[in-house]
Each structure stands twice: as C-alpha cells, then as structure tokens.
C-alpha cells in the first residue's frame, strides 16, 4: 500500500467499519434501485414495442406463450428482467461488499457503478450446466425456505395458497413437502458459500459447491454461532426501528384522535372555494389527518431504510466470513475516506427525501376525504358453497351463504360419464369418498351413490348435488358462481350449462367462472347475457383487455396495481381465497369488488372492524405499504 493510499484509509475494528459504511450501503441501494428500475422499464417498453401491446398471458392461457412468436419474446423479456435484477441487486452488492471490506478506492459513483459491471459480466458464469441450477436456486427455492439471499424480484415467490391447501390437507403431499423442504434447507446450509466463491473467487459453481462443503465442514462450530448472533443484532435494530418509526407514532395518534368524530366529511376543496372558515374541531381533525400522512409517510421510509442498512450489513459481515475462512492470512479491514463533499452531498438527499415527504403529506391529508368517498363495500363470495358454515359444494351450503346475506356462492362443476353434471371440487373423489375415480369415469348413479365426507367435521354422510339441485337453491336467493371445473371444462359444457340456465330461467343470477380462458371467452362471446369471470394466479400485460366480464386473481396477483388498471378498464376484479385475516384486512380495503373466502363469519367481523377505524388506521392502510 503507497503512502498516498495510507492517508486515505487506515486499518479499523469490525465494529467502527460497521458503524461508518452505512452511508455507503444507503448510496449504493439507491443508486443500485434506480439502475434497476431502469433497466425493468427499458425491458418492458422495449417488449411493448415489438409484441404491439397485444399479448396478454395469464395461467388460464399460457398455452398461448408457446404458440405464438410474442410468448418468445415475453419469455426473453422475462429472462433478462431476473438477470438485471441479479447482476444488479445480488451480484453486485457482493462486490461492493468485497470492496468495503479491501478499502478499495473510486470516484463519487464509480465504486457503485464498477459493482454493477462486475455484477453483470459475472452472469456469464452461472450460463453453465452446474450454474443454471445454481441461479435458479437462488431466485425461486430459497424464497420458499428463507434461508440465503435473493433478490427483491422474485424474494415474495411462493406457492399459492390453493395448492398449498391441497398439500396440508393431504397426509402424502404434506410428507413429500416437508421432505423437499428439509432437503433443500440442507443444500442450502451446505451451499452457503458458493456465491462468494463464483464471484470473489471466479470458481466454477461445480467447483465453488465443492469448495463450499469444504468451507462449512471445517468452519461450522464457528460459522454458523457466530452468524446467529449478528442476524439476532441486525434484528433488534431492525425491530427498534419498526417500533420507534412505526408503533410509537401509531400510539401517539390514535391516542391524540380518540375524541375525535371517524369518517368526518371535510371538503377541502369546497371549503376553499367557499373561503369558509375551519371550526375548532375540524382544524384539529386536519392536523391529525396531515399529521397521520406524515408520521406513515415518514416513518415507513426510516423503518425502510433501516432494513435496506440492516440487509447490507448481513452481506458485508457473511463476505467477511468468507474472506477469514478462505484468506487467514490476510485478515485487513479498511475504511475508505470519502471526499467531505460526498458525505454531505448524501446527507442533504437525505434530507431533501425528507423534506418532499413532509410536503406531500400537507395536500395528502387535507384530501384524504376524496379517498374515503371513493370507497366502495366489498361482496363476499363463499367458497365451495358456503365456506365453513356447511358441508362443501353443497345444497345446504348455499342456504348457509344466503342467511348470512353473502352477495355469492362459488360452486364447482363437473361432468360425469353418461353427460350429467355433478358439483365437486377435487378431479377425483378420494379426499371426500376415499374413491380414486374422477367424474368422467363414473355415471351419474354411481357418483349419487357415494357418501362424502362432511368437511365440517360431523359424521354425517353428504351426497353428492348435481348442477340442477344447485340452481334451484340458488334462483331468487343468491348469485351463483359457477367454476367449470377440471378435465371436462369444455365448450360443450358451456352450452349444456347455458340451456340448463335458460330453462330455470336465473340467467340473471349466475357468473360462468373457470381457470381456461378458452373457457370463458367462448362464453362471453357465445352467450353475452352471462356474467363470466376469468380465474388466474399469474398474469402479464392488459388483463383489463380479456374477453370477460371479471377478474378473479388469486391473492399474490391481486397488486394495487393490477386492480387499478383492471377497474380502470370497466372490469370488475375479485380475490380468491382470501381466509386469513390479514389477507381479508388488506383486501376488504383495496377497492377490490369482491373476495371469496371460506371463513365467511371472519370475513364479517373484520369488515366490522374496518368500518369503524379511526382516520390514522385507514391513512395506515392507505399508503403503509408505498416504500414496499
């Protein structure tokens, strides 16, 4: 090290490196956030551009990805969009890390930047046999067991709550899940060290698994205590965060609103126009809206901040891990001295963020009455009939739904061998019947002979209710959402359906609704005067330009976003299944039209309870989640 470099960085304890790298990590997250905004928007428009916007693939028709040019070229879009996300967000705050840790030097933006670089030319790497497994690990399986690090992308993938049940409900499935769980919770363990050793390193990934295992068989004993201990500390800074930003200014504002009138119509605009004057008590309430807005506003970006420091504090203190493991002579940490204006310049953005924070709250707050008129009630839709309140997909659990004055029910559909239709939800009957056969394989006589299990826990026997026992429950009482199901979901059990309809004459009381586009789309074309719904758990482009009449999407594709754009199109949209109550409290207030549950009386309560929230508790559900 020359004498010149010496000057500009000494030697410190972890500790004090810790402490002041912190502005580091802030400008590299920024800077690495705007690069990869810019890079999705560029994929995108560019995948607009040369698809014409006409491509809309959701899983009711992903066929469609395949069989025609444009799917190709949304499957690139969607390939180089997780590689920006990696080379840009992972890859590269490993080697900004590796940095720190070296006390390397840079301009201004260069140290971020020559990260970026260095990120994404190691991509080339991972394009082997061994690299490709490697990098899929990363983005979809260590989501799943949230051990390791990912990227913002792909760090919500889950399986979807509608598999999910069928697995925890199925002795054999939930034995196979948890096996591939355990599993791969030891391969990642194992594997811990393969990222730094692909990218510090340049070590094959065949060659960095192997060094890896070396890695954690001599070092266990001393790794993985010591890195507990630092996630632990990282956590309850986090957690003070979350309580100093977040639940403090919660407590102090619902304290200071108690007296205050819920839901007080404040016309903002009105009372300007007018140039009337604001009462005692409408200017307290004022202050208490703005000063709602403000204390989320702010208070989620600082808690966000600090998970965003806490986040690049783990990186850097697991690199150092791997550094003493695999260079024990060469034990160096260093600071690198920034220039006074670099440090200033952070400080004043800083600043600046918050200033344009407390500004945006003064005019949020004073038209929060705009947003509270914009609500509408949400419908609820039981679930197989009618939720938990009665066997499912059953007569009696339409009446159950009716009494408890729900807007729907949803029913499955199927059609059995000798061309009667039958309700079930399964493809075949051994949940219920302990029968193995589906209803294709089966006639009508032999279904109605079986005795189903009733899945409200009684030991009575259930039979099986054909299509037209449901209709008639159905006609005059409730809206029927009928899900055409499985296999058999054709276009020939549209029309059957369709006459059926007609001659009960209760067109206006039924929804056509199904997983398969073609499905539905032959139905809205064929049969205009049915309400159809399309059912999807994934989706990309104009869903508002699906040939259907409702959007229903499963929990995780329900995005404000996606439910913007979608209302903004006409369409209506719904949430299924929506059985948790947090679930129920974000979506009975997302301006969502409705929701399917099966926890119909849950549903009720927490709706009560949202209706009865104070100013701050809907400004929270409002905007709590901008920073995410």
Known sequence: MTEQNTNRQKQI?????????????????????????????IIKKTSEIITGRNVII???????????????????SGVLLVLAYTSMELFASFYFADDLLNGRQGGRYTGVLASVKKGMLALKRFMTPSGIPVLLFILFVIPLIGIGFTVSLTSTYYIP????????????????????????VLICLRHIFVLPAILIDGLEPKRAMQSSNELIRMHWKDFFPK????????????????????????????????????????????????????????????????????????????????????????????????????????????????????????????LLVAGLIALAS?????????????????????HRAGGTLAPENSVEGIYAAARYECYGSEIDVQRTSDGYYIINHDNDFRRLAGISKTSREMTLQEIRSLKLKDTTGSNAAVQVATIEEMLDAAKDRITLFIELKGETADRKMVDDLAAMIREKDCADDIVLISLNYDVINY???????????????????????????????????ATDTRLERASGTGKKTAVWTVNTR?????????????????????????QEELDDRMDYEIIRSWIGDIWN
């Open 58 to 76: 959701t899983t009711a028709n992903l066929t469609d990805l395949f069989t025609r040019w444009e799917g190709y070229v949304l499957l690139l």
């Open 161 to 184: 709550n509608f598999i999910m049940d069928v697995v925890l409900s199925t002795p054999l499935y939930l034995l196979i899940y948890l096996v591939l769980v355990i599993a791969a």
């Open 582 to 606: 947090t679930s129920m409290e974000k979506y009975l207030d997302s301006g969502v039209n409705a929701i399917i549950t099966d926890n119909i009386e849950l549903a009720r309560t927490v």
């Open 362 to 382: 003064i005019p949020a707050g004073a038209l929060f009455d705009l947003y509270l008129q914009e609500k509408t009630p949400v419908d609820i839709i039981a």
């Open 523 to 557: 139905a809205e074309t064929r049969y205009p005067e049915f309400e159809t719904g399309l059912l999807f758990f994934g989706a990309y482009g104009d869903i508002g330009a699906l040939n259907c009449d409702i959007l229903i999407m499963e929990e995780e594709t």
């Open 227 to 350: 890195m507990l201990k630092y996630m632990l500390k990282l956590a309850l800074i986090e957690f003070s965060g979350y309580i100093v930003f977040l639940v403090l200014p919660a407590f102090l504002l619902t304290l200071a609103g108690l007296d205050l009138p819920k839901h007080y119509s404040l016309d903002i605009l009105s009372i300007i126009e007018t140039g009337r004057q604001l009462s005692a008590l409408e200017q307290r309430i004022l202050l208490n809206r703005i000063l709602s807005v403000f204390s989320v506003l702010e208070g989620g970006y600082l808690n966000s901040v600090v998970s965003m420091l806490m986040g690049g504090l783990l990186v850097v203190r697991f690199l150092r891990f791997y550094l003493e493991y695999t260079r024990p002579q060469t034990n160096r940490l260093y600071l690198s001295r920034p220039h006074r204006y670099s440090y200033t310049a952070k400080l004043i953005r800083s």
């Open 13 to 41: 304890g972890w500790g004090r490196l810790a402490l002041e790298i912190l502005p580091e990590l802030w400008d590299f997250t920024f800077h690495t956030s705007l690069l990869v905004a810019a890079a999705a928007w």
